[in-house]
């Protein structure tokens, strides 16, 4: 009855159930956490070249420039549950042969609460190009900062910290200002 | 060492070790139909996955647990964390999308009924990467809904990890299949 086999199977049995309350308590408890933040995102400069990518090395294809502030507190984010955050910064529009786009330009991660009081000035990271060959005829586009709270343990969550209005792409430039 | 066993395996009778075997299976049979399951609630082929590299890091590291859904009535966004199979490639891949485009139809006059009808291009990235996705596309130009094989939506850390170790020492993994074999054999309940 009370082998030393029986003993360690029990033993291990209650310390892996009371590993998992423990983990499941963890991953409930980032529930109650809803910070919603909000920042300010202003999108100071676009700009389009032409130039090549690098998914076709030797076609002409537009390319847009952002040039963007931005100004948002996320420290509310981080609590006991939060690993990390993963902020990005998306274009949304629409193109002329009515195809809707999610592009994301710029992203950064952020670990610490510590790093997450953002003030800055950045520009796209990402190539910013449209899937035929120039930005013509499209839609304005609005430019979101959205962000991803991953855990240590439990559910990933979505938000959106800023929104710029509808902001039309400019005229190709065919020299460098 | 074994003579122990042996002696109460003959005591038992075929019996018994049929009865044994007949339990063996039945919990076999129910860890398959719970996964199958699960994989037709999150509408996946695998609702649970390992992750073998690390250019999800820090996010994710070898040998994290993902847990995946899939809903058909859901289309991809960006930010989204999805596992991607590329024809081809024996490894599943886990990494965020960077761009959507939705695709309308060519024929003039066609409105697909449901959105989901419509055809969607991922481009995606690993955020330990420094570069997008296309290099590991093997030759396609965009992921599409029937590449992957769900959305990440929770996570847990390490647990994992014995199964990388099983695949990295395959003697471990006979070790321990034939050790639960020999105990649920010998053992009587």
């Known amino acids: 009855m009370h082998t030393v086999y029986s003993r360690i199977n029990n033993v291990s049995a209650f310390l892996s159930s009371c590993l998992m309350a423990l983990l499941a308590a963890i991953a409930l408890s980032s529930l109650v956490f809803t910070a919603d933040p909000k920042g300010i995102l202003d999108v100071q400069s676009l700009n389009i070249y032409e130039g090549h990518t690098r998914r076709y090395h030797n076609r002409w294809q537009d390319v847009t420039f952002v040039n963007f502030n931005l100004t948002a507190d996320l420290t509310p984010l981080f609590n006991w549950n939060t690993k990390q955050l993963f902020l990005y910064l998306q274009a949304e529009y629409v193109d002329a042969k009515g195809v809707k786009n999610e592009v994301v330009i710029w992203d950064r991660i952020i670990h610490k609460k510590d790093k997450a009081n953002l003030s800055l000035n950045g520009r796209n990271k990402y190539v910013f190009r449209n899937l035929g060959k120039s930005f013509k005829g499209a839609s304005a586009a609005n430019y979101t900062l959205k962000y991803n709270v991953m855990p240590y343990v439990g559910l990933l969550t979505y938000g959106e910290a800023a929104r710029t209005g509808p902001l039309a792409f400019p005229e190709k430039r065919t020299e460098v200002a | ?189």
């Open chain 2, 1 to 189: 060492m074994f003579a122990d066993e042996l002696k109460t395996l003959r005591r038992l009778g075929v019996r018994h070790v049929l009865l044994q075997i007949l339990n063996f299976a039945s919990v076999l049979a129910t860890g398959l139909m719970m996964w199958k399951g699960l994989g037709l609630v999150c509408n996946t082929e695998s609702p649970i996955v390992v992750v073998l590299s690390g250019s999800m890091e820090p996010a994710f590291y070898r040998g994290d647990l993902l847990f995946l859904t899939n809903p058909a009535s859901e289309r991809y966004h960006t930010g989204d964390i999805t596992v991607y199979k590329i024809p081809g490639a024996d490894i599943p891949i886990v990494h965020r999308v960077l761009e959507t485009h939705d695709v309308v139809s060519k024929d003039k006059g066609y409105v697909s009924a449901s959105p989901l009808a419509q055809k969607q291009l991922i481009l995606t990235k690993g955020d330990n990467n420094p570069v997008d996705d296309i290099d590991l596309y093997q030759g396609l130009e965009w992921l599409e809904r029937k590449h992957i094989v769900g959305k990440v939506r929770g996570f847990l850390p390490y647990i994992g990890y014995v199964t990388i170790a099983m695949n990295d020492f395959p003697q471990l993994k006979y070790a321990l299949l034939g050790g639960l074999g020999l105990l649920a054999l010998v053992q009587r309940e």
